[in-house]
């Protein structure tokens, strides 16, 4: 055959695919079916659509064309998108059930593998979760005791800014080593020294991990997971990362079991080493070592990178508004003074604090497309029914950034959170930690934390940037799973 005509029958053969495609997916889509999406590419599904270094806005893209409920392809899967508040609290919260659990991502499941409290489903993630909060309750989450042990490693941090004298330097690992004291507390039993290589390391391993999360190799190691397990990159480090990370929980995990007084319970690992002896008889309990290391990685990670990573975002913020910043220590000094530590108490009192606060995690939307979720069985859902297996995305921003409830929504604006009359300003549409049976089990932890740190930070010092503040760029440096921020350095100036 003449080599125009091997081309020309292969471009023929390509064609006859796509329209065979096309054909089989007009009648799998539409009423009753997948929810309407553009056209997938045998193989690659929607990748020439999907810009996957910033992928909640190219979703919000589509929604507007395919409405609220669409439909995705990475590679051969398809992914239902969720667009919207109404839609998004329509699955999460009023069907919370059928879409409550976890969705299998190739990359996510490069990290977790279906074990602990974030990855598991079923029975598997009830009884651990269950177990998690319980556990978490009574070594102080909520309470006041977990609120000194903060107001304490808040103290350890203001040590650490005065020792820059007010020179120029990296929060990250300063902000890292705070909020990740406060779990390692709880989950170690354990205070880290800032100064100590193993902590540092192990807060390197959890940055690096979320910025490769947010980057556009782990969409694409989503879409083609078979042919990027082939080429080098960052997401690569991955498995070799949790494996590190692994490897040294299982050690702290060994010296408890040495050391371990069931009379003198010391933190979350030494409940979960009890749990485990109480049902060894049990070969179907969940209390396995496998689930421990697991467990014990999702809270040392999710207490230590999303606060810490709000915060480093939260003081980029306010050193492009200083008068922002200003008004924050106008109410701090009305309120609190310069003679005592801030407290939970003290928010009721701080409406402006809050609405800056909450405006931070509003603006920066620091996990835009929540951790993917999954139905169980075949699902109807308004006038489609969405396959067993199928992955859903619920685009977080989507609410986070709605016109309606948030005037301007790409500026941020402290008064999104506040009333004509200065009083604070729930919404709803406030959604970061996500919404329904799968929102973050941490949220209140994090919340007083970023209350805590924020207010006792400002107390004491005042924020001055390296370069003019309207030179300031808040965009994401990287935007896929997480929102990463621009790396900075910036002064802090005793006040």
Same mark, same amino acid.
């Given at each position: ?57 190219? @979703?919000?893209? +589509?929604?507007?064309?395919? &409405?609220?409920? $669409?439909?995705?392809? %990475?590679?051969? !899967? ?7 508040y109404d839609t998004i609290k329509e699955a999460l919260i009023d069907h919370g059930d059928e879409f409550a659990f976890r969705g299998r991502l190739p990359f996510f499941d490069k990290i977790s593998k279906g074990e602990g409290i974030v990855a598991s489903d079923g029975e598997r993630w009830k ?30 941090? @203001?040590?650490? +800014?005065?020792?820059?004298? &007010?020179?120029? $330097?990296?929060?990250? %690992?300063?902000? !890292? ?82 050391? +371990? ?6 933190? $979350?690992?030494?409940? %979960? ?223």
């Open positions: 055959m003449e080599p125009l005509g091997t081309v020309t029958l292969f471009l023929g053969v390509c064609l006859s695919c796509l329209l065979l495609l096309a054909v089989v997916r007009s009648r799998t889509q539409g009423k009753g079916r997948l929810p309407p999406g553009p056209t997938p590419l045998p193989l690659v599904g929607n990748i020439l659509q999907l810009k996957t270094n910033f992928l909640s806005k190219t @979703l919000q893209q +589509l929604s507007e064309k395919y &409405g609220p409920v $669409f439909t995705v392809h %990475f590679g051969r !899967s398809p992914v239902v998108v969720l667009h919207g009884v651990l979760r269950r177990f998690a909060l319980t556990t978490l309750r009574n070594f102080g989450m909520g309470k006041k005791s977990i609120e000194e042990r903060i107001q304490e490693e808040a103290q350890y941090l @203001l040590e650490k +800014l005065q020792d820059t004298k &007010g020179k120029p $330097f990296d929060p990250t %690992f300063l902000l !890292s080593c705070a909020t990740s004291n406060v779990i390692c507390s709880i989950v170690f039993g354990t205070h880290f020294d800032y100064h100590d290589e193993r902590f540092l390391a192990l807060l390197d391993i959890f940055n690096d991990n979320f910025k490769i999360a947010s980057s556009p190799w782990a969409q694409m190691n989503n879409i083609l997971p078979s042919f990027m397990d082939l080429i080098p990159g960052p997401h690569q480090r991955i498995t070799k990362n949790v494996e590190k990370l692994k490897e040294f929980v299982s050690k702290v995990v060994k010296q408890h079991k040495e050391t +371990l007084d069931p009379s003198a319970t010391r933190d $979350f690992i030494d409940c %979960f080493l009890i749990r485990m002896e109480q049902e060894k008889k049990n070969g179907a309990s969940e209390f396995t070592p496998e689930n421990l290391v697991a467990s014990v990685l999702n809270l040392f990670a999710a207490g230590t990178e999303t606060t810490s990573t709000t915060l480093r975002y939260g003081f980029l913020i306010l050193q492009k508004y200083p008068e922002v910043e200003e008004k924050v220590h106008e109410e701090i000094d009305r309120v609190v003074g310069r003679a005592r530590a801030p407290c939970v108490a003290d928010r009721g009192q701080m409406p402006y604090t809050d609405a800056v606060i909450h405006e931070i995690q509003r603006f920066i939307s620091l996990v835009p497309l929540s951790l993917p979720h999954s139905v169980a069985k075949d699902t109807p859902f308004r006038q489609y029914i969405i396959p067993k297996g199928t992955v859903i995305f619920p685009v977080l921003t989507s609410a986070l950034y709605d016109s309606k409830e948030f005037p301007n929504p790409t500026e941020f604006d402290p008064q999104h959170f506040l009333n004509k009359d200065g009083t604070f300003r729930k919404s709803d549409y406030f959604v970061p930690f996500s919404a329904g049976k799968r929102i973050c089990a941490g949220e209140g932890l994090a919340r007083m934390e970023l209350f805590l740190f924020l207010t006792t930070i400002l107390q004491h010092f005042k924020l001055k940037p390296l370069q003019d503040p309207k030179d300031i760029n808040l965009s994401p440096l990287m935007s896929s799973t997480g929102n990463f921020p621009r790396p900075y350095q910036l002064c802090v100036l005793p006040r």
